[in-house]
């Protein structure tokens, strides 16, 4: 399929289709009866760019903010402070309103069943959204039952039947059909394979590869399942504790992770070979709370490298090789690590 | 996690034979969806058995049916359970309650569902061990201590007196493991216990089960739909579909030389099997079957890429391929031989 | 099995919608409501309240023209008659007055005074709950608060309060049982429409670019009413009692107008006498508001939407 130019394009292919820059959010939390109050620090400085038709992937353990940075990116909740641009407008300018953002960006949740109207029908649901933007009811309609064609559902059969009549790996179909409606430009998917089990999961992500080629879409991918992230981006983004701590080519971060939470989080995965099952845990304990994160570097109380300078300095996120970023004092050199004074030295 | 009634100890019935032997266990719910058919496993003594399966596959209804937890009005349980010798279809209400947490322990996927909210978790298992052993208050604390030094809680004198909601997932999955241990089962039944966890706390939790099987001697069945997961706890691992088990084998056997359909299928559909970028997986096309209106035949028959005529009409019986592997299919040889054709030539289509 | 289930439709052009026309017959679903509908068919004790109910209400709509006999004409020489009497089939009441009669044409204002407050009720609960709901922040604790007020006092004695302040008379026992009714409705509305609104249909509509009156009116009302209907339907018999209790203290309809409480209360001092004719208008009461409740249970279990 040849890609042609959308007319919706402004700053042409070079021109990252999102960019997040400084995004924070923090949740007030009351603790007790006039106790203090405190902040969830979901997310607290994150900066990446998603460029025109890559597959950005987010991974990251609960509470690490990569679903809040989704909703923050979408509008659903307004952020504290940071810069969101869309193909190089502000969103919420006067340049690019949320509302004509919307129509180019939709998003497919991980609970399948929760994000469609039980009492509405499939192609009623799909057809909600162009109804919104003023296409007529049959257009919309007509519309609805090519897309449901189009994820693999024949619309004789599932047009006009209701959310608990489908299975899970069906109901996620109409949610990607649904997204797809608008014909945006950035789908955000998050989690959306994660509830499914493995023989539909695998038959979801063929179907997103297949309709990402064929309406030229970029994703942005959330998941924890570093095997799906490898295989279906061409990117990724590993946060910790509201901050991206490693970022870059898939191939590069998850066969020769920098940063040593990427590689423990390589590590936990289970070996599938029972001849060499796993012996030891990478990672001991549960990911920290948000709420208070530690001083310095966020992931030094777990960290096998961590020094007494892990403690103290903030790691800004370095350069390693082109576009391959990472977070990590023992990789910089001539901040103070011991590893990173090897580095120099060789 | 139910409390046992101080009585006699359990009656080692056999001390020799399986711990868990189930014979041709059947479950029907609602007198139409027969969600359990026709399973038999054994379950040896300090053995590990993953049962693995995708929801719908009856393998937490297997699970349940073993202690008896399914709802007894709705449910209807044909085939035989024994654990340790003793029949538990069998068993008075009081005899059950003596069997679970006591020679069977159980955890679940969400241990917030099976710990109490009111209670601090160090009372719920002093409680646990007082009424099951005897203890003195003092001696019960110190033994439950001890249960949470050995599944690693850290500072565990302070956690005995936390409330299961300040308790992170991880550290509630352990305390919920010690809950199980207080009365030192024999038998460990595991439902999903590291789904809902995140990976680096998975491993962990899989680790411990791991080392306790070892240290306890216990016998465990681990019901999980991550094949990963099964492969770190398990000594065997029994392949459920629609209701039957359709391979059971070594871990080995059935991960690196699977002889059923529906196993390859499983373990190439997996993310990590695909290398070439842009490629796409393999997948098991349509989805399961309707539990309400079993058609004869293979149940995985119109999945099947093997499939001929005979499976459409015909179940396949469970048939040794090798000492200890057990497959249900009529062209087991010529899956297994599909599966070695592909392992040497690797997905690039 | 290589490759996917996707069948291989070729890619819709940009310009979707000018795709062949759809094909011929859709397989019609049976909907949500029709679901529900053949459900509570198949409840028998829901059907049976609902005849019940279906034929108290047609007779107390037709009581003018089918009373047996004048409701409002007594005889001083035939008091009291008892049950099974020859021209009196329920016998005659304090007055004289035919029993039956009374009863069918007391079932109209009763019926009239015990389900209008609730039908009030609903569309003011509704509304308010809804947008304390869906608007949350501090609109929500300003309304919500304001309602709880009324959670203070019992629902009885607030009723009587009320109709005690506005004074006797129907109009004012419906208001004040209106009034009664509305927090209890409101705060169901609230937590439904709170529970609703975090459900990530909302947020995909917010997403499709939908204005909130939009979001209200197509994902959320439809998905909210259904269970404050049925909380509603569960609060006639209450209103039905109540509004007995209220005639029965004098602080509802005047005599002769029969109307079940007041006649429960005239005909207290024959109990005695003949306690079962005493006792007809709040067996009366009884049934009816033990038909509401066992239809709107039925109705409940009917809608419930298994996933």
Not at chain 1, 158 to 164: I, N, S, T, V
Not at chain 2, 232 to 257: F, K, N, W
Request: charged residues 20%; aromatic residues 6%; proline residues 7%.
């Amino acid at each position: 399929m040849t890609t042609v130019a959308d007319i919706r394009d402004r700053g042409g292919p070079a021109q990252p289709l999102l960019t997040v820059d400084g995004l924070i959010k923090h949740f007030p939390i009351k603790k007790g009866l006039g106790g203090k109050k405190a902040v969830v620090r979901a997310v607290d400085g994150v900066d990446f760019e998603i460029l025109k038709g890559e597959t950005l992937g987010i991974v990251g353990e609960s509470g690490c903010g990569k679903s809040t940075t989704a909703k923050l990116i979408m509008g659903l909740i307004a952020h504290d402070s940071g810069n969101l641009l869309f193909d190089g407008e502000t969103i919420g300018s006067r340049a690019l309103p949320m509302r004509q953002f919307r129509a180019q960006t939709q998003m497919v949740f991980q609970d399948s069943y929760s994000s469609l109207n039980p009492r509405m029908t499939v192609e009623a649901s799909i057809a909600f959204g162009p109804q919104v933007h003023g296409i007529p009811t049959r257009q919309a309609i007509e519309r609805a039952r090519s897309l449901l064609a189009r994820v693999g559902l024949e619309p004789t059969r599932f047009a006009a039947r209701y959310p608990h009549e489908l299975s899970g790996g069906q109901r996620q179909r109409v949610n990607i059909a649904r997204a797809l409606a608008l014909e945006p430009r950035l789908v955000v998917l998050d989690e959306a394979v994660s509830a499914l089990d493995k023989s539909v999961e695998a038959q979801v992500l063929n179907l997103l590869l297949d309709l990402k080629q064929d309406f030229n879409l970029t994703y942005l991918f959330i998941s924890h399942d570093l095997n799906v992230v490898r295989f279906i981006c061409d990117r990724v983004a590993v946060m910790y504790l509201g901050q991206v701590v490693e970022i870059g080519p898939a191939d590069t971060v998850l066969a020769s992770p920098s940063h040593p939470y990427t590689a423990a989080l390589l590590s936990s995965m289970p070996s599938l070979d029972p001849d060499n099952r796993t012996q030891v845990a990478p990672l001991a304990g549960d990911p920290p709370n948000p709420i208070d994160p530690p001083s310095g570097c966020r992931f030094h109380p777990r960290c096998t490298l961590a020094e007494p300078v892990c403690s103290a300095k903030v790691p800004p996120l370095d350069t390693v090789v082109d576009l391959h970023r990472v977070a990590c004092l023992a990789r910089q050199p001539g901040s103070g690590h011991s590893a990173a004074n090897a580095l120099v030295a060789a | 996690m139910t409390v046992p009634v101080p009585s006699a100890p359990l009656s080692p019935a056999s001390p020799t034979g399986p711990a868990v032997a189930i014979r041709n266990l059947s479950v029907t719910f609602g007198g139409r969806v027969r969600a359990v058919d026709g399973v038999d496993l054994v379950l040896e003594r300090g053995q590990a058995v993953a049962l693995i399966g995708e929801s719908g596959s009856g393998k937490s209804v297997t699970l349940r049916a073993i202690m008896r937890l399914n709802p007894e009005n709705k449910t209807k349980i044909e085939g035989t359970i024994t654990v340790a010798g003793q029949d538990v279809m069998s068993m008075s209400k009081k005899e059950l309650t003596r069997l679970r947490g006591r020679a069977v322990a159980m955890i679940f996927q969400e241990p917030l569902l099976a710990l109490d909210p009111v209670y601090t978790v160090g009372r719920q298992i002093t409680e646990a061990i007082r009424r099951h052993e005897g203890l003195g208050e003092g001696e019960a604390r110190a033994r439950a201590l001890e249960l949470f030094e050995r599944v690693r809680i850290p500072s565990p004198q302070r956690r005995l007196d936390a409330y299961p909601h300040e308790m992170s997932g991880g550290m509630r999955q352990r305390a919920m493991i010690a809950l199980a241990l207080a009365c030192r089962p024999k038998v460990l039944l595991a439902d999903e216990p590291t789904t809902a966890l995140d990976a680096t706390v998975q491993i962990q939790i899989l680790l411990l089960l791991r080392e306790l099987q070892a240290e306890l001697g216990l016998s465990t069945i681990f019901v999980t739909h991550d094949l990963g997961a099964a492969v770190e706890v398990a000594d065997r691992i029994a392949v459920m579909y629609a209701g039957r088990i359709v391979e059971a084998g070594t871990a080995r056997q059935v991960v690196l030389s699977p002889n059923h359909p529906y196993t390859i299928g499983l373990l190439s559909s997996r993310a990590d099997g695909a290398l070439v970028k842009g490629s796409r997986l393999e997948t098991i096309p349509g989805s399961p079957p309707d539990l309400a209106n079993r058609k004869p035949g293979c149940p995985f028959a119109p999945r099947c890429f093997l499939a001929v005529d005979k499976c459409h009409r015909e179940v396949p019986p469970a048939l040794e391929v090798a000492p200890g592997h057990a497959v249900a299919c009529w062209r087991s040889d010529d899956a297994a031989a599909a599966f070695r054709e592909r392992l040497a030539a690797p997905a690039a289509a | 099995m290589a490759g996917t289930t996707t069948p291989a439709t070729a890619g819709i052009d940009p310009a979707m919608g000018t795709t062949q026309p759809a094909p011929e017959a859709f397989v019609a679903s049976v909907g949500f409501w029709g679901s529900v509908g053949r459900k509570l068919v198949r409840d028998p004790v829901a059907m049976t309240a609902a005849a019940i109910i279906l034929v108290i209400v047609v007779v107390a709509i037709l009581a003018p023209w089918i009373t047996p006999m004048d409701p409002y004409r007594g005889s001083m020489l035939r008091r009291l008659k008892p049950i099974g009497d020859a021209t009196y089939i329920l016998g005659s009441d304090e007055l004289g007055r035919d029993m039956l009669s009374r009863l069918m044409m007391g079932g109209r204002l009763s019926l009239f005074i015990g389900v209008t407050p609730v039908i009030l009720a609903f569309i003011i609960g509704s509304g308010i709950g809804i947008l304390a709901g869906y608007v949350g922040g501090w609109l929500n604790v300003v309304l919500m608060r304001t309602i709880d007020v009324f959670f203070a006092f019992p629902s009885v004695l607030l009723a009587i309060a009320l109709s005690g302040a506005l004074g006797a008379g129907v109009l004012n026992s419906i208001v004040s049982l209106t009034c009664v009714f509305v927090p209890q409705i409101a705060r169901v509305a609230e937590s439904v429409t709170t529970q609703i609104r975090s459900r990530d249909y909302v947020d995909a509509a917010k997403l499709s670019g939908a204005s909130t009156f939009t979001i209200l009116r197509v994902q959320v009302l439809g998905n909210v009413l259904g269970p404050i209907f049925v909380y509603s339907t569960s609060l006639i018999s209450v209103s039905m009692i109540l509004a007995s209790g209220l005639s029965f203290l004098g602080l509802g309809v005047k005599p002769p107008e029969p109307e079940w409480g007041l006649m429960l209360n005239t005909l207290r001092t024959a109990i005695y006498v003949n306690p079962m004719v005493a006792a007809l208008p709040g067996l009366a009461i009884f049934i009816v508001s033990i038909s509401f409740n066992l239809f709107s249970d039925g109705l409940r279990s009917a809608m419930e939407v298994k996933s």
